[in-house]
């Protein structure tokens, strides 16, 4: 029967994929393999590769294995770059480079056909040479040539890497202790780069750690495979082989097979183990031992990093992979054929065809008389049980009556603890004695286990116990009973508790007819009470709940509809009144219609903004940013925004009991909350005054205050008013929504809010904080150098306005074309792009764009400029958004929608600071 093994199998899996046409290669996987075809760590990486894509993700995997000795020049590179382009012209999901010599030949050239594409590094080592060095294949007798790092690699390209280092100290050691007597070593190696770099690294550990040990080095350009084998052939126990590799490059020779496998053939000709600085025919006898990281290791590294790129993780994110855990390897068998008494191998060894112990050869013997005995034993074991088990019968004969006994009694008293658990309650009712006797379960759990203890209460009692308004209903079901019109009932009732006849509780009633007279008319009911005060609680919770979803679903119902009309409101004025400035011919006119567009703009963000705010507030996904902050400067602050607001007969004030107040806290989250309370003052303020203020409680909070002489709140809609969609009046702008903010902002800081108000008199909303006074360095701007640096020939200042929308970008093209030369990039990649050709002064970033967005354009260009200022301009406008951007490299962030003066505010700020610099 024909059989195909596991790695021939995937070897027939792999040859059917390849030759599946172009079209079929999407999802697949690109390993560029620069060692030869026979080398074991190679083939075990390939194999790792190919069997972990192929059969467990059902990927496609393509090999190309690359002669880096026969690339010489640069243009032998980009032919041999540009053919496999063409073989190759869809993206692979993953590029894995095995050896120094296929990243070095073909990584830029891969990433310059696929930007950013996901790439793997195999190496042996963490660093190697520059491109040229690579092509010219210099000698590496110096370290100095050896500067390209591997982490270097991972800040330019997106890319991880696995480093499987040799220990050729630990081998030559191990050599040494396996070997006695050693005084020689035949260092045999090939002339590729990462062959030159080994034998630099042994030459220069045998010279520092093994002084008395000279290192003899063979290559191919130094002789030829059969000059090899007869010089191996004659080496006495003094001299040791070390293999590392053997590639002449000539196909076309007959040896070259030879060559190729040599490491399988060494052991034959000669009678000196043979080392290995690798992993290569350690199981198959062909290499006597070495230290280093076995295959299986390897194999699960790579399948690790491929896991988690194939899960959508950046491989510049990956830590770079060091296998640092080197072990001794020996084959008992090679070893054993070189005559080494095995008095010489060391303990701390992984062993390859060891020979079996003394328990391992006989073990079936030892095992079969083991068996035999315990049979024995079992029989003779048997044949005294059934001695006494005789014995124990009639034993068990005269006992089993008092067990019978006392199995009653205990099922008697496990019945009596499940009652007492399930509280239900046995009772029998002799209708003639007018008696009901009831099993009491307590005293027959707390006794001895007899769960007949019993007590009686006379209907009368036990009937005067139920509430009135349950009362008639047991009575006509025990009447119904006794006339024979059923035979058993069920109804639920309420009983006053024996020690006190205010509390009640809820029992279930079942009863049957146990016992007839000649008549057929009922002698004794039996039945059971079950208490259900739990059950009747949770029923009541139940109707509780739906009736507050009903109340909720009515208002949800009633917050879409006033959200419809609310966004309607001032979309249809933004709309009406944009459409009559462009018809308009007359400036004031304009002017008039401009400041009602942007009215309604501010009452629709503020609308959007509180359903954002209670949205993100209610899922704990708002960040409160708590930093010193001068109380004053922030109530002279709301008091500016909302002096214009006010109506003309209305007078707004403020109340600041100290000279300087400075706290701990979220002034966002505060200017929020009082500019909330001061829109409501506005809007229901006709004459009078608004005060807004602060005061110091006694509590240790500090308490904010808006106070207003408007129409009053009633006192029945007063508890109501901080409650979510609560319009007091309909016919006011706004949601209902704001007040709820404001409420979770102050719970969220640990606080809490409230409001007083007398009808027809006014209104005082407040919210109390923890009060943490802190000491705030004073420091007064010169504003008027400011203004005077602010003219610094604008319009010498270049701007780089990043934004994929043209109407985005018309709007700050025509706010700031006047002042500065802008110019316009419509992605993340373009910005960058034109950033280094024209160095602008000032960059403007949106963050949401194609190819590359905000961040990652950002990134870019810090690479190159750490102090040009970017400016952040977003959708995305609360505390932990901004955070972000400032831990990105932006220096500042500006929230849309953009307003002129704001806009140009903080871009003097930040060409100012610039300068200073």
Request: aromatic share 8%.
């Amino acid at each position: 029967m024909l059989t195909v093994n596991k790695k021939t199998f995937i070897l027939i899996l792999y040859t059917l994929l390849s030759m599946l046409p172009a079209a079929a290669r999407e999802g697949y996987a690109l390993v560029l393999n620069c060692y030869l075809e026979s080398v074991q760590w190679k083939g075990n990486i390939e194999d790792a590769v190919t069997r972990h894509l192929t059969m467990d993700k059902g990927m496609t995997v393509h090999t190309e294995h690359i002669k880096a000795l026969d690339i010489k020049t640069r243009e032998q590179q980009r032919q041999k770059i540009d053919s496999l382009l063409r073989e190759y012209p869809d993206r692979p999901q993953v590029v894995v480079y095995i050896g120094v010599a296929a990243w070095e030949l073909f990584a830029e050239g891969i990433e310059e056909k696929w930007p950013g594409v996901p790439m793997i590094n195999c190496s042996l080592r963490e660093k190697t040479m520059k491109l040229n060095d690579v092509l010219e294949q210099k000698e590496v007798d110096k370290e100095q040539l050896l500067t390209v790092d591997m982490k270097e690699m991972q800040r330019k390209h997106n890319m991880t890497g696995l480093i499987v280092p040799m220990n050729p100290e630990g081998t030559v050691d191990l050599m040494r202790r396996t070997q006695t007597g050693l005084e020689h070593i035949i260092f045999i190696s090939d002339d590729r780069m990462g062959s030159l770099m080994a034998r630099t690294q042994l030459k220069k550990v045998v010279a520092e750690k093994f002084k008395g040990i000279t290192v003899e080095c063979v290559s191919p350009s130094q002789m030829s495979t059969n000059e090899l084998l007869d010089r191996v052939g004659t080496l006495d126990e003094k001299t040791g082989i070390l293999f590392y590799s053997w590639y002449s490059g000539d196909s076309s020779s007959e040896a070259h097979y030879m060559s190729n496998n040599l490491y399988k053939i060494l052991g034959g000709f000669t009678n000196v183990p043979v080392f290995s600085l690798m992993d290569c025919g350690m199981e198959d006898d062909y290499i006597a031992g070495g230290n280093f990281t076995d295959l299986k290791a390897q194999s699960k590294a790579v399948i690790d990093i491929l896991d988690k790129i194939l899960q959508g993780k950046e491989p510049r994110t990956i830590p770079i992979t060091r296998l640092n855990k080197q072990r001794n390897h020996l084959n008992y068998k090679a070893l054993s054929t070189c005559r080494i008494s095995n008095i010489a191998f060391p303990e701390d060894a992984t062993y390859y065809d060891r020979p079996e112990t003394f328990l391992q050869k006989y073990r079936y013997y030892i095992i079969g008389t083991a068996v035999v005995l315990l049979f024995i034993f079992a029989y003779l074991l048997l044949y005294v049980r059934m001695l006494r088990k005789t014995q124990k019968m009639k034993d068990a004969e005269l006992e089993r009556e008092k067990a019978l006994q006392k199995e009653i009694s205990i099922r008697n008293y496990k019945l009596a603890m499940v009652l007492e658990v399930s509280t239900i309650y046995p009772w029998l009712w002799r209708l003639n004695e007018e008696k009901i006797y009831f099993d009491d379960v307590k005293k027959a759990v707390q006794g001895s286990g007899n769960a007949n203890t019993t007590f009686s209460e006379t209907a009368n009692d036990f009937f005067n116990a139920i509430t009135d308004d349950t009362r008639g209903r047991i009575e006509e079901a025990i009447a119904a009973i006794r006339d024979g019109k059923t035979d058993h009932v069920r109804e639920d009732f309420k009983r006053s508790r024996p020690e006190d006849a205010k509390l009640c509780e809820w029992y279930t009633l079942q009863c049957v007819v146990f016992e007839r007279d000649e008549r057929g008319r009922p002698l004794t009911l039996i039945g059971a009470m079950m208490l259900i005060t739990e059950t009747k609680r949770l029923e009541l919770e139940l109707r509780e709940a739906k009736k507050k979803a009903d109340e909720s679903n009515q208002l949800k119902s009633a917050f879409l509809a006033n959200m419809s009309h609310e966004i309607r409101t001032p979309l249809n004025a933004i709309v009406g009144f944009s459409g009559l400035i462009a018809a308009s011919t007359d400036e004031k006119e304009k002017q008039e219609l401009v400041e009602i567009v942007n009215y309604n703009n501010k009452l629709l963000l503020r609308l959007i903004n509180n359903i954002v705010e209670l949205s993100k507030m209610e899922s704990n996904s708002v960040v409160f940013e708590y930093r010193p902050m001068d109380v004053h400067a922030m109530i002279d602050y709301i008091l500016k925004e909302y002096q214009t607001e006010a109506k003309p007969s209305v007078i707004i004030k403020k109340v600041l009991p100290m000279t300087e107040c400075c706290i701990n806290s979220s002034k966002s989250r505060l200017i929020q909350v009082l500019s909330n309370f001061m829109s409501n003052a506005t809007k229901f303020t006709e004459q009078g005054a608004i005060t807004i203020g602060y005061r110091l409680p006694e509590n240790g909070n500090i308490r904010f205050f808006v106070k207003d002489t408007g129409c009053g709140i009633p006192q029945k809609q007063l508890q109501t008013v901080f409650g979510r969609f609560v319009k007091l009046n309909a016919f006011v702008q706004g949601t209902g929504l704001g007040l709820s903010v404001v409420q979770l902002i102050a719970e969220k800081m640990g606080g809490t809010c409230g409001a007083s108000s007398q009808e027809g008199e006014g209104s005082e909303f407040w919210v109390e904080v923890p009060y943490e006074p802190v000491d705030m360095a004073s420091g007064n701007e010169n504003r008027h150098d400011e203004e005077a640096e602010a003219e610094l020939s604008k319009a010498t200042t270049t701007i780089l306005v990043a934004e994929d929308d043209e109407d985005n970008f018309a709007i700050v093209n025509a706010m700031l074309c006047k002042n500065y030369h802008i110019i316009h990039a419509r992605n993340g990649l373009e910005a960058v792009r034109m950033f280094h050709k024209h160095s602008p002064d000032l960059v403007l970033m949106d963050i949401r764009m194609p190819v590359l967005d905000g961040y990652a354009a950002t990134m870019e260009i810090r690479k190159q400029d750490m102090k040009v200022p970017i400016i952040a301009v977003t959708a995305f406008s609360f505390d932990d958004d901004k955070e972000r951007m400032l831990q990105n490299g932006f220096n500042a962030y500006k929230a849309k929608p953009l307003e002129k003066k704001d806009l140009e505010e903080i871009i003097t700020d930040m060409l100012n600071k610039q300068h200073k610099a």
